[in-house]
């Protein structure tokens, strides 16, 4: 049972336009979710998180979007750069309880020159 | 600060030999331990997870086993690999209450021939 879906195992954006990758979960009982950008043989980095009681947070050109009553998710990148060619993971957490992050399959993001 | 640190960074091995992957965490104290495994194509899969010395929790039936000797280091290990072990083996830690965020290691590639 995958209770994290990222649907999309790749996508490919122009550099300086918008990236958008989308996260759905199924578990009403996660009260945290993450974002983690990862490159060939190296660990999962943290981008950015975001807390239930949240619809939005921002940081920099990363924005995360969290629609609860969807139970879903999305991570913008605006403007994309090809730095920021990698694989990215969404995960979910329950933060009281069980502290167990779960992740999805990642998309893996080609910004294109 | 804390850092964690996970050992070797790839390791070969015959099938049917014995397997130890150590993970330490310095900096830190009573952290929660991970230890995941991403296969060719997937995404990242939760195997073992404790919340103190001697606490382990398993997530998928296989092949391997976890333990917590100490507070700060995290094992894991298989009597006998099978082919299907190979993979990237991530450790990673989260500090609940403090960071809601879990921190990766290197990571170790682990081919099982």
């Known amino acids: 049972d995958q209770q994290v879906k990222q649907n999309s195992p790749s996508l490919s954006v122009q550099e300086g336009r918008i990236s958008i990758l989308n996260c759905d979960y199924t578990?009403?009982?996660?009260?945290?979710f993450l974002w983690y950008k990862k490159y060939p043989a190296e660990g999962p980095t943290f981008l950015i998180s975001i807390s239930s009681i949240k619809d939005k947070n921002e940081d920099g050109r990363f924005t995360v979007f969290l629609n609860k009553s969807a139970k879903h998710l999305s991570l913008h990148i605006v403007p994309s750069q090809p730095g920021d060619s990698a694989v990215y993971f969404c995960?979910?957490?329950?933060?009281?309880?069980?502290?167990?992050?779960?992740f999805g399959t990642g998309t893996r993001l080609k910004v294109l020159a | 600060s804390q850092t964690i640190h996970q050992w070797p960074a790839t390791l070969v091995q015959p099938v049917g030999s014995p397997l130890s992957l150590e993970c330490t965490v310095e900096?830190?104290?009573?952290?929660?331990l991970y230890w995941y495994r991403q296969a060719a194509g997937r995404g990242l899969q939760l195997l073992f997870y404790s919340v103190g010395i001697g606490q382990i929790s398993s997530e998928v039936p296989q092949n391997l086993s976890a333990s917590r000797p100490q507070d700060r280091q995290f094992i894991l290990s298989s009597k006998k690999l099978l082919l299907s072990d190979s993979g990237f083996y991530l450790c990673a830690w989260s500090e609940p209450g403090r960071f809601p965020e879990a921190f990766f290691g290197q990571g170790t590639r682990l081919t099982v021939v």
């Open positions: 900096g830190t104290s009573n952290p929660n």
């Open positions: 995960a979910a957490s329950d933060q009281s309880g069980t502290y167990k992050y779960i």
């Open positions: 578990n009403s009982m996660f009260d945290y």
